[in-house]
């Protein structure tokens, strides 16, 4: 099997897992899901940033220490990626032990291969960011990225010379188009950061304790985004007695993220990784931040929206369906409870939840619940629903494999609107009413199963409950129903269609 490794952002723990990080956190689970559903051999890390100057403050303020307030906020963390059912192999914390030591061995190769030396650092600071300005960059005293006052600093610190591996950096992204996406963020990384050069960057801060000890050099703690990009391989086990991880599935196939840390990531990080020898991941792929009336969300700014109620009111199959087909992956986009009724309403209580009710309820109804196995000659109209979906299942793949989750819905909708437009062409009350039309009855009932069938298969990635929902009322036992390549096949459903009804899968909400 082929390995496939794909990150989210350990997240900074200044609060409790938003929807923004609830956005990139399923992408990356559907993306994960997709992958494994396409017989690859996935690893999917998530994980927890825990050190530096902001985490210190704050739990300062909350009067614990900082590894008790980490600890509890991590337990939420999981308690929300379980209950969004985020199915992830590591979950790194830079708190880990076994992290800090291979970041401190990371550290101390650099300084000893030369790429790391002391000097003293005079500039402007962002603490919520734990981002280095220039005077030039910040130039209205506030932070580029959250808007918020930066801090003088004057300290003495380690520089990282990041400037050695400019060249080979902008060759690298030269050469592979496809390393920073999407391409609008790939210019705004080459225009601003690496044409005017890069500078040494700033590895170490010695006015707080809250972090990665230099160990040979007391007193020194290593600037949090240096000790935070290398999780990625220090879950795998770089530099420790197993790395069997590392060797399997480094380069990472795609670290996911939102826009604001691109930089760290398509700069910082592989000039970390050059200086070591070691392969870049193969693409870092930023997508637009989800906002509330043009503003990011944030705790920080008091518009934070919790995932935890809207998926006990809608779902979490319905949240992590409207993350991923309302914004296209790649641009902002405004995240409204409006949105969030209409189209939940129109895609998932009309569309899928009447199709599959329809289909269950008129196979009860005219049948008793059980399909007679009939093999009428298939109608144009048959021949239509069959090509479309199983036309749709290749249409998917090329969506997931370069991220569209939102173009992949939409082409999975596609063929659910068909087929509610296939039960109006053939009138099944019609042909109920008529004894010499049963089978042709039957064979409408049936397509529209096989409809659902494949239709489950397809958007099980992004909705792992659902498709268990309409198998259960469409008594499909068989996995082999289910494999992914399945759904290319049209009719491989027995005819014996048995139902069991249930409740409606998304019941209407009410509009407020
Ligand atoms: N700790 C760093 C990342 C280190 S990775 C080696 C960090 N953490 S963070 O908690 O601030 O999380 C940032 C990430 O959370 C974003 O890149 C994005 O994935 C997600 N999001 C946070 N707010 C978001 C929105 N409003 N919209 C979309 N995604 C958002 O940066």
């Known amino acids: 099997m082929k390995p496939f490794y794909v990150t989210t952002p350990i997240y900074f723990l200044n609060g409790e897992p938003h929807i923004g990080h609830t956005y990139t956190t399923v992408a990356a689970d559907s993306l994960a899901r997709y992958k494994k559903a396409r017989g690859y051999d996935v690893k999917f890390l998530t994980g927890a940033?825990?050190?530096?100057q902001k985490v210190e403050r704050a739990a300062?303020?909350?009067?614990?220490?900082?590894?008790?307030?980490?600890?509890?906020?991590?337990?939420?963390?999981?308690?929300?990626?379980?209950?969004?059912?985020?199915?992830?192999?590591?979950?790194?914390r830079t708190t880990n032990p076994d992290h800090m030591d291979r970041v401190k061995g990371i550290f101390k190769k650099l300084y000893d291969q030369g790429d790391i030396y002391k000097g003293s650092y005079e500039g402007l600071y962002c603490t919520p960011c734990e981002t280095f300005f220039t005077e030039h960059q910040a130039k209205d005293g506030v932070c580029t990225d959250c808007g918020r006052p930066v801090e003088r600093i004057s300290e003495e610190c380690y520089f990282f010379k990041m400037g050695k591996y400019q060249k080979t950096l902008e060759a690298h992204i030269a050469a592979n188009?496809?390393?920073?996406?999407?391409?609008?963020?790939?210019?705004?990384?080459?225009?601003?950061?690496?044409?005017?050069?890069?500078?040494?960057?700033?590895?170490?801060?010695?006015?707080f304790t809250w972090g990665v000890p230099v160990d040979f050099d007391p007193g020194h703690i290593m600037y949090v985004w240096v000790d935070a990009l290398p999780n990625y391989v220090t879950a795998l086990g770089f530099l420790s007695d197993d790395d069997s991880d590392y060797k399997r599935y480094w380069p990472a196939d795609v670290h996911l993220m939102a826009k604001e840390i691109t930089r760290?990531?398509?700069?910082?990080?592989?000039?970390?990784?050059?200086?070591?020898?070691?392969?870049?991941?193969?693409?870092v792929f930023a997508h637009g931040w989800l906002q509330i009336e043009g503003q990011k969300l944030g705790k920080s700014l008091g518009n934070a929206i919790d995932p935890r109620p809207l998926s006990a009111e809608f779902g979490v199959d319905a949240l992590r369906y409207f993350l991923l087909r309302e914004f296209s992956f790649g641009p902002d986009g405004n995240f409204t409870r409006a949105n969030f009724i209409g189209r939940y309403n129109a895609d998932l209580a009309n569309d899928l939840g009447n199709l599959l009710s329809r289909t269950v309820g008129m196979v009860d109804?005219?049948?008793?619940?059980?399909?007679?196995?009939?093999?009428?000659?298939?109608?144009?109209?048959?021949?239509?629903?069959?090509?479309?979906?199983?036309?749709m299942v290749t249409k998917v793949e090329d969506h997931m494999d370069n991220l569209r989750f939102s173009d992949a819905l939409a082409?999975?909708?596609?063929?659910?609107?068909?087929?509610?437009?296939?039960?109006?062409?053939?009138?099944?009350?019609?042909?109920?009413?008529?004894?010499?039309?049963?089978?042709?009855l039957a064979n409408v009932l049936y397509c529209l199963a096989e409809t659902l069938r494949i239709v489950a298969v397809a958007i099980a990635p992004v909705m792992p409950?659902?498709?268990?929902?309409?198998?259960?009322?469409?008594?499909?036992?068989?996995?082999?129903?289910?494999?992914?390549?399945?759904?290319?096949?049209?009719?491989?459903?027995?005819?014996?269609?048995?139902?069991?009804?249930?409740?409606?899968?998304?019941p209407r909400m009410e509009k407020e």
């Not at 996406?181 to 705004?188: L, Y």
């Open 49 to 52: 940033d825990e050190h530096g």
């Open 465 to 506: 409950s659902t498709p268990g929902i309409i198998r259960a009322q469409l008594n499909i036992v068989d996995s082999a129903f289910a494999a992914w390549e399945s759904a290319k096949h049209f009719g491989l459903l027995p005819r014996e269609v048995r139902v069991e009804k249930g409740a409606a899968a998304f």
């Open 264 to 283: 760290f990531h398509t700069i910082i990080w592989p000039c970390i990784l050059l200086a070591l020898g070691e392969p870049l991941p193969k693409q």
């Open 411 to 440: 082409e999975t909708w596609q063929v659910v609107r068909r087929a509610n437009k296939y039960i109006d062409e053939n009138a099944p009350w019609v042909l109920a009413k008529d004894e010499t039309k049963r089978a042709e």
């Open 365 to 391: 109804k005219y049948f008793g619940g059980v399909l007679p196995v009939c093999e009428p000659a298939p109608s144009p109209y048959d021949i239509d629903l069959a090509a479309l979906a199983t036309a």
């Open 177 to 207: 188009p496809e390393f920073i996406m999407p391409a609008s963020r790939r210019n705004e990384m080459v225009n601003n950061f690496l044409k005017p050069g890069l500078s040494d960057l700033c590895v170490s801060r010695t006015t």
């Open 60 to 92: 300062a303020a909350a009067g614990v220490t900082p590894q008790r307030f980490c600890d509890d906020l991590v337990a939420k963390y999981k308690e929300i990626w379980e209950l969004m059912n985020i199915d992830y192999d590591y979950f790194q």
